[in-house]
């Protein structure tokens, strides 16, 4: 079984305070351990001299046990009602999952 990572970048819309964005991102860390198989999240401001954010000032990754749990969690009344805090901050949003299967080891 895989892991499942689960990440987004957001835009918040003018006028949001960083009060607002911390109070964001401290009810998305809220959903670990109240919903089954959502074992981490962190998240951040932009920080690299790349420039390649496409203008995206934050993002996050969720950790997920398996695909079955992120599956249960999109619809879960949790996310729900985060998601009810946070979208309407938000002026764009992308959010991108990828399985992380166990790392290959060649013996030599």
Do not use: N
Not at 76 to 82: G, I
């Amino acid at each position: 079984m895989s892991q499942v990572k689960h990440f987004g970048v957001f835009v918040f819309k003018p006028g949001i305070t960083p009060a607002q964005i911390d109070h964001c991102f401290a009810e998305m860390r809220g959903m670990v351990g109240r919903i089954p198989g959502l074992v981490d999240m962190i998240h951040g401001a932009y920080d690299s001299p790349e420039g390649l954010d496409d203008g995206f000032t934050h993002g996050f990754i969720m950790t997920f046990d398996s695909a079955s749990a992120r599956d249960t969690y999109l619809p879960h009344p949790e996310h729900e009602r985060v998601k009810a805090i946070v979208v309407p901050c938000l002026e764009r949003v992308v959010v991108f999952d990828f399985a992380v299967f166990p790392a290959f080891r060649q013996t030599v």
